[in-house]
């Protein structure tokens, strides 16, 4: 497959980028298609939009996992496009897209990547405008693509993209190669959410960051977020299966 792109099914693709190891995904149907996530800012959306257009000509509509800026900063490329995501992700970027620029760009100043912190700095913050509370079955092209709140995780307002013969596009709420983060995420919660995409999980599951997996390792994630919660009540925060900073970041956030 060209441009980076993996075909995980029929039809559905992942590029996984070095930039963060993130993936995004694209569903093909007849005249459309669709697209998972939006990269960080305009640069990124531009490069991945090259990379959708060497696969298809066709119109797409485009969804975020979730309001993290990695998985969101790019949407304006996008337009006039339709843009899903759930309610909680659109009122969450509203809310927060400044506060995670500054964050961002400091970070990337910091590290001396001026040129990436420069291109943050301009991007857009251009939230969905198609609004998911709980489920929403969309065609793309004659496939049929359920977009699903599972309930809170990573955020509060994670969406799981179901392709219907066989592909979960899971988010954040599943992570390869690195722990899961904590910042935003509501960890008593999570392993419950899971528990759901578990079920749902019948083939290749593309997690927001790393290598695609399967509902074994889903299932796995799981009871790494049941011993973390069960470390941080017992005041174990040095004995989770997860790095000191990591275990710190969730007994924080842990409700």
Do not use: K
Request: hydrophobic fraction near 45%.
């Amino acid at each position: 497959m060209t441009a980076g792109w993996v075909e995980v099914g029929e039809g559905v693709l992942v590029r996984r980028h070095a930039e963060l190891d993130l993936n995004c995904g694209l569903v093909l149907g007849d005249g459309a298609c669709l697209v998972v996530d939006s990269r960080s800012h305009l640069g990124e959306a531009a490069d991945l939009i090259a990379a959708v257009r060497s696969v298809t000509p066709h119109p797409w509509t485009l969804v975020n996992t979730h309001a993290h800026y990695d998985h969101c900063f790019g949407n304006a490329a996008f337009r006039p496009a339709e843009v899903w995501a759930t309610r909680g992700c659109a009122a969450d970027l509203v809310a927060t897209g400044e506060q995670q620029r500054a964050a961002v760009v400091r970070q990337l100043r910091d590290a001396g990547r001026t040129r990436t912190a420069d291109l943050v700095a301009a991007a857009p913050i251009d939230p969905p405008d198609h609004l998911v509370d709980d489920v929403a079955h969309l065609d793309v092209g004659g496939r049929e693509v359920v977009l699903r709140f599972l309930g809170r995780g990573h955020t509060d307002h994670d969406l799981v993209v179901e392709v219907a013969d066989g592909v979960i596009f899971a988010g954040d709420l599943v992570e390869e190669g690195a722990p899961p983060a904590f910042d935003d995420a509501f960890p008593a919660e999570w392993p419950a959410t899971l528990g759901r995409l578990h079920g749902l999980a019948g083939g290749p599951v593309v997690p927001g960051h790393g290598a695609v997996v399967d509902a074994a390792f889903v299932g796995a994630q799981r009871e790494e977020l049941l011993a973390v919660v069960a470390a941080v009540r017992a005041g174990r925060t040095d004995d989770g299966p997860y790095d000191p900073a990591t275990m710190r970041t969730a007994a924080r956030r842990l409700r």
